[in-house]
């Protein structure tokens, strides 16, 4: 076995020999060849590198034919069966280079292979920075197609043909500001993959310049704003002057180029800077400003005159300004009205103001912002008109009591006249043509103008009104109460003015709020019952009060539900509170003994050493409870006064005495009476209380006035209540509180009626007796207390007899509810029916519309919500 190893190994030693030797005589042939085709190739290559260079600007292609010595290498690492197997399938001509051209004839450019060279970007360079306006320069393959877009564009800049010589240019001015915004040139070759470059630069345009004034005319502050970056430096400079701002992240911004700049025009320009621009942008386009930095001259108030008297509502005054100066009308501390100058003239309505005597200015704003100096303010008054008529009067003829003249007579000369409103007795006429003529006794208004055929002019003031004529006719006086104003008619010379009225505002007198008979804003606070437009009015309080019980009483029944399933959940862990007794019962007198002997059982560290009581027995302090109901009642009168304005002045200390005998009248009708009654036909026991929570009520009551400016202002003047001092049903529960609810309804309603009755003010016999004026503002007072009482006590929720009456029958609750709602809108619903009332009478819808979503809210979240959470 072993021999037969041996001989085995020895064959295969011999095999292995003979390979060798014919893969050694390959090799040797393998190399010959090799040098072989180098000899010939080597000339071929030293010629070709002879050849004169191409022409500048085209792009060399490699030749063909490889060098030396990596054609040998690749010949090299070929197998030697396969070289040889290839060699002997080709002629032996094919291994011959192929013959030069002859000498003068144009050399064939050599075959290309390979990918040809990419574009490259000149201008811009990397971390430029570019104001939005761009031009990108470069080169590429000769009349290859060129695209340059940006980082901040899906669209392309450009898209062009590189020129003969390979270069580009594109220009492009839409680049938005921001750092690093990457332009991309992408050339594209017919057969070939496009190849691009890119660079990086910022971005930072200049900012936008304009005034900022809204009429394009600045102060001397020489404001100018515009937009920027977010968040950039913005730097305006211009005739000497310069201010700088920060753009808010709307790029917003603005800023004052000094103070004191004197009027005429300055250039401007701007430029901004941020943290990524390293610089600053170029400038804006300049910005001629004009600057008017000088006041105008005070307005002037044509009407009404000095004295005046003038409607509470609607009150018309005029004047003369500078032209398109804003002109505001103050009335005291009150923005009466405003008005645009037109042609040097402006006119405007008053708004509702409270009555009394108020000084007259007005201020006048231009159109650069400039603000003139008050006009020199001189006294009118404010008073409820009680009558109007329009009629005319003839020439010669007087006007009859109650009209206003309204046209003069027709004559070469005559005017014709303004409406107006008149009560007194009428003026007489001039001797000719008689211009319209207005009065208005007991501190109402009049004024009139009237012209001609001819230049002339006449005016004149007078309770009874005024007149003119062709020569120095004299109007006629009346003996009203107040001063009237009136324009006579015009005629070929100036007319003779109206003598003024018998009674004209002097101090002392009824509309002078300085003097105790003087008015304030409940002299005449209601309207009559019996209006010109009832069916009107009493619609839009029906409304009203379907809006309350919808936006208001509903949503607050839901709103208590939902706070008393809140309380209903509360942890065990918190201490439970005492219960109160109940109202009218006799509290045990072991409860609070109990609890303070417990207290003083527990340890004490600190503290004092006695006892925590002074007295066996707390002492009997009793504070008569006449004083109680006087104060109660005193300061409710003082939170109502709160409502409104309040003037240091006589005429409002007697309104603080009106206020305070309607509100003990409303107790004596809304409390006392209703005992008296339940225990005579119900045969119930109840005890008076005196509800400091009631005061609350009040206050929010005046405050409500005031923030929504109520005409007139909501009063409540309900400070105590009853208590059953028996257990009784459910029925005489309701229909204690509905006896309750009937008595405020009915004072109300009977001191509203009573207020046609006394005298009304402003007439002779309110004039002279400052009684009248103190009855009437306590039967308004009562009546705007009364009404509010019922509403509010009318609520379904809380300790409110509304409650009551919801629990014990749903219909009974909301029949008094609507009658309660109604009254009181009744009496607010005329001031919004007057012009320029209804945002008020919006602000109030909308903060009805507020409570009623978030109470409901509250009642759902514990209704559905709260259940599945506590799940």
């Given at each position: 076995m072993l021999a037969k190893w041996k001989n085995v190994t020895v064959l295969k030693q011999g095999t292995k020999r003979t390979a060798s030797a014919s893969s050694a005589a390959r090799l040797s042939r393998v190399c010959l060849l090799g040098l072989g085709v180098l000899a010939v190739a080597l000339p071929l290559v030293l010629a070709q590198s002879a050849e004169p260079a191409r022409a500048a600007g085209e792009t060399a292609t490699p030749s063909d034919t490889p060098p030396a010595e990596s054609f040998l290498s690749a010949e090299s690492s070929q197998p030697a069966e396969s070289f040889l197997s290839a060699e002997s399938s080709q002629p032996a001509e094919s291994s011959q280079p192929a013959e030069s051209s002859p000498a003068g004839s144009s050399p064939s450019a050599p075959p290309t292979w390979g990918a040809s060279s990419g574009p490259t970007i000149d201008s811009p360079a990397a971390a430029d920075l570019l104001s939005g306006s761009v031009t990108v320069t470069g080169s590429a393959l000769p009349d290859s197609s060129i695209q340059v877009s940006s980082s901040t564009q899906s669209d392309p800049l450009c898209t062009l043909t590189a020129g003969d010589d390979g270069s580009f240019s594109c220009t492009s001015s839409g680049l938005p500001s921001a750092p690093n915004v990457v332009l991309t040139v992408v050339q594209l070759v017919p057969g070939e993959d496009s190849q691009s470059a890119s660079v990086t630069v910022n971005v930072l345009k200049a900012p936008t310049l304009r005034s900022g004034a809204a009429g394009g005319v600045s102060t001397g502050y020489g404001t100018v704003r515009g937009t920027a970056f977010a968040g950039a430096t913005v730097t305006a400079h211009g005739g000497g002057y310069s201010c700088s701002s920060v753009a808010d992240g709307q790029g917003g911004w603005a800023c004052n180029l000094g103070s004191g700049i004197p009027s005429g025009s300055i250039t401007v320009r701007a430029s901004q800077a941020t943290g990524w621009s390293n610089g600053v942008s170029s400038a804006s386009s300049p910005l001629t400003l004009q600057i008017d930095s000088d006041p105008p001259s005070p307005p002037t108030i044509t009407a009404p005159v000095a004295g005046a008297s003038m409607p509470l509502t609607g009150a018309a005054i005029s004047g003369t300004g500078e032209q398109g100066a804003l002109v505001t009308v103050f009335a005291g501390s009150f923005a009466a009205c405003t008005a645009t100058v037109q042609g040097s003239a402006w006119s405007c309505l008053a708004g509702t103001v409270a009555a009394g005597s108020y000084p007259l200015s007005a201020i006048q704003q231009d159109a650069a912002g400039n603000v003139s100096d008050e006009s020199a303010p001189y006294a009118v008054a404010f008073a409820a008109a009680t009558g109007a008529g329009a009629g005319g009067s003839t020439p010669g003829s007087p006007t009859p009591t109650g009209s206003a003249g309204s046209s003069g007579g027709a004559s070469p000369n005559s005017g014709t006249g303004g409406d107006g409103t008149a009560t007194g007795a009428a003026g007489t006429p001039g001797p000719t043509a008689a211009g319209g003529s207005t009065g208005q006794a007991g501190g109402g208004s009049g004024g009139s103008s009237g012209s001609g055929d001819s230049s002339g002019s006449g005016s004149g003031s007078g309770t009874g009104g005024s007149g003119s004529g062709s020569n120095s006719g004299t109007g006629g006086t009346g003996a009203g109460g107040g001063a009237g104003a009136g324009t006579g008619g015009s005629g070929t010379s100036n007319g003779g003015g109206g003598d003024p009225g018998g009674n004209s505002l002097t101090p002392g007198s009824a509309n002078d709020p300085s003097a105790w008979a003087g008015a304030t804003r409940f002299t005449s606070a209601l309207q009559p019952v019996l209006q010109t437009s009832p069916v009107t009015t009493w619609l839009l309080s029906l409304l009203a009060a379907l809006a309350i019980i919808v936006l208001i009483a509903a949503p607050g029944?839901?709103?208590?539900?939902?706070?008393?399933?809140?309380?209903?959940?509360?942890?065990?862990?918190?201490?439970?509170?005492?219960?109160?007794?109940?109202?009218?019962?006799?509290?045990?007198?072991?409860?609070?003994?109990?609890?303070?002997?417990?207290?003083?059982?527990?340890?004490?560290?600190?503290?004092?050493?006695?006892?925590?009581?002074?007295?066996?027995?707390?002492?009997?302090?009793?504070?008569?409870?006449?004083?109680?109901?006087?104060?109660?009642?005193?300061?409710?009168?003082?939170?109502?006064?709160?409502?409104?304005?309040?003037?240091?002045?006589?005429?409002?200390?007697?309104?603080?005495?009106?206020?305070?005998?309607?509100?003990?009248?409303?107790?004596?009708?809304?409390?006392?009476?209703?005992?008296?009654?339940?225990?005579?036909?119900?045969?119930?026991?109840?005890?008076?209380?005196?509800?400091?929570?009631?005061?609350?009520?009040?206050?929010?009551?005046?405050?409500?006035?005031?923030?929504?400016?109520?005409?007139?202002?909501?009063?409540?003047?309900?400070?105590?209540?009853?208590?059953?001092?028996?257990?009784?049903?459910?029925?005489?529960?309701?229909?204690?509180?509905?006896?309750?609810?009937?008595?405020?309804?009915?004072?109300?309603?009977?001191?509203?009626?009573?207020?046609?009755?006394?005298?009304?003010?402003?007439?002779?016999?309110?004039?002279?007796?400052?009684?009248?004026?103190?009855?009437?503002?306590?039967?308004?007072?009562?009546?705007?207390?009364?009404?509010?009482?019922?509403?509010?006590?009318?609520?379904?929720?809380?300790?409110?007899?509304?409650?009551?009456?919801?629990?014990?029958?749903?219909?009974?609750?909301?029949?008094?509810?609507?009658?309660?709602?109604?009254?009181?809108?009744?009496?607010?619903?005329?001031?919004?029916?007057?012009?320029?009332?209804?945002f008020q009478a919006a602000q109030v819808i909308i903060v009805g519309v507020a409570f009623a979503a978030v109470s409901i809210s509250v009642w759902a979240w514990q209704k559905f919500v709260t259940p599945t959470l506590n799940e």
């Open positions: 029944r839901l709103l208590s539900s939902g706070l008393s399933r809140l309380r209903s959940v509360a942890p065990a862990t918190v201490a439970p509170r005492l219960r109160s007794v109940a109202r009218g019962a006799t509290a045990p007198l072991t409860t609070a003994t109990t609890a303070t002997a417990a207290s003083a059982r527990k340890p004490r560290v600190t503290g004092r050493n006695r006892s925590r009581t002074e007295y066996d027995s707390a002492p009997d302090v009793r504070v008569n409870p006449w004083l109680i109901a006087a104060g109660a009642i005193i300061v409710a009168a003082g939170i109502g006064m709160l409502s409104g304005p309040v003037a240091n002045q006589p005429a409002y200390l007697r309104l603080l005495l009106a206020l305070c005998a309607a509100f003990a009248l409303l107790t004596a009708a809304a409390v006392v009476l209703p005992r008296a009654l339940a225990k005579r036909w119900l045969g119930v026991s109840s005890d008076i209380l005196f509800a400091p929570r009631y005061l609350l009520i009040a206050g929010a009551a005046a405050l409500a006035s005031r923030l929504f400016d109520l005409q007139p202002a909501v009063l409540f003047g309900l400070l105590f209540m009853l208590t059953l001092a028996e257990v009784v049903s459910r029925t005489k529960r309701a229909q204690f509180a509905l006896l309750q609810l009937a008595a405020r309804v009915v004072s109300g309603s009977l001191a509203w009626l009573l207020v046609a009755v006394v005298p009304a003010f402003g007439s002779s016999a309110a004039a002279i007796d400052p009684f009248s004026t103190f009855a009437n503002e306590t039967l308004n007072t009562l009546a705007l207390a009364a009404f509010s009482a019922a509403a509010v006590t009318v609520l379904p929720f809380g300790r409110m007899l509304g409650k009551t009456l919801f629990d014990w029958s749903k219909p009974a609750w909301f029949a008094a509810a609507v009658v309660s709602f109604t009254l009181l809108a009744a009496v607010l619903v005329p001031s919004f029916e007057h012009a320029g009332r209804a």
